[in-house]
């Protein structure tokens, strides 16, 4: 039986029913067995990074007062704590002595991936001349993407929340593993806030000879982390958020290079991967998250935020490299919109 697609309208320039209507992993669909193949051709020394950041970066809440650092406690077990605990006090014959520990973690706090379920919109999907709440290739709040949406009063609904759909799983079930490929930003406009265009990227492509290619990782390098490590878990937000650039995702150049490579992901060491804020746009109504609206909620494209890349990144200039093989599987957490992430670079 043939599935319907849940909507009339699709978002202009959005590739909804493409991968067939029921979809949920997006563009993940181009990384194919053979492009994980060509993948691995990259990996030539062996050698590999981590490029995640701990943690309990960035730090305190200074960047974004809603999401909180990691918090560690031991696992309780009748009301005492499970570290260093000697199975001998159960039994005296036995020597294991056992810990055992939780955490309290906000999912999108330090490097971690956006899921398709993470950014939404008001549109007309069904066409009946009023906006309800969609996400990539149609699905629906409530009854989709459970949740509060009483947002003007800020009380919460009473209702469960979680991704009934396009959840992180999805991600992780799909094994992310392919080519990454990194673009050094810093390297080519140096630390000052810059919105990079299509022009600037393009040049920066062409002097760097780099390729994009279908199921292609896109890492961006702007010096992000590099400055905010320097700032041991106090972050100076001011000082962060006045520097670097990062592609402008209003740009319809950088819209129409991201439609066209057929990449499945972009990667960053900053906030957003774009840059924040963004530009206003002319209409009366428009996206706060220009980049996020072209990649999660019309293609179905995945953003990595605050990754690790300034090593990685130095590694492959000295190396006259752009190209590794990347592996970045999200927490194969049911119902989650976001999720930290330890990719790991081999070169
Ligand atoms: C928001 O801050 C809304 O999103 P992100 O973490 O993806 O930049």
């Not at 992901?265 to 924040?276: C, F, G, H, K, R």
């Amino acid at each position: 039986m043939s599935v319907k697609p849940r909507w009339k309208n699709r978002p202009e320039g959005s590739n909804w029913g493409d991968f067939g209507p029921e979809d949920q992993i997006g563009r993940l669909n181009l990384l194919t067995p053979e492009r994980r193949r060509a993948a691995a051709a990259e990996i030539r020394t062996g050698q590999s990074f981590c490029l995640s950041l701990p943690l309990d970066y960035p730090g305190g809440t200074a960047i974004n007062a809603s999401r909180h650092p990691p918090r560690l406690g031991p696992v309780m077990d009748n009301g005492r704590p499970n570290m260093n605990f000697p199975y001998s006090c159960n039994n005296p014959r036995h020597l294991d002595v056992l810990c055992d520990d939780q955490v309290l973690l906000t999912l999108q706090y330090s490097t971690q991936w956006d899921s398709l379920a993470h950014i939404g919109q008001e549109f007309d999907a069904d066409g009946d001349g009023e906006a309800e709440i969609v996400f990539y290739n149609g699905f629906r709040a409530n009854e989709d993407i459970a949740g509060p949406l009483d947002h003007k009063s800020g009380l919460p609904t009473g209702q469960e929340s979680g991704a009934h759909v396009l959840g992180v799983e999805h991600m992780a079930e799909s094994a992310v593993q392919g080519r990454g490929v990194m673009i050094d930003l810093k390297q080519h406009f140096g630390t000052d806030r810059r919105f990079v265009t299509y022009d600037d990227l393009m040049r920066v492509l062409e002097a760097d000879d780099i390729d994009v290619e279908a199921g292609d990782i896109v890492c961006f390098r702007t010096g992000f982390d590099e400055m905010l490590l320097s700032m041991e878990r106090q972050p100076d937000a001011r000082r962060l958020r006045s520097h670097f650039a990062a592609i402008d995702g209003r740009d319809k150049g950088i819209q129409r290079w991201i439609e066209e490579t057929g990449l499945v992901a972009l990667a960053a060491d900053n906030i957003a991967v774009e840059q924040t804020p963004a530009r206003d746009a002319d209409e009366t109504r428009f996206t706060a998250l220009p980049l996020h609206e072209h990649c999660l909620f019309k293609l179905g494209i995945y953003l990595g935020e605050f990754w690790l890349m300034s090593p990685l990144a130095d590694w492959l200039r000295a190396n006259n490299r752009s190209r590794f093989f990347l592996t970045a599987p999200p927490l194969r957490l049911p119902g989650a919109v976001g999720s930290p992430v330890t990719p790991v670079a081999t070169v």
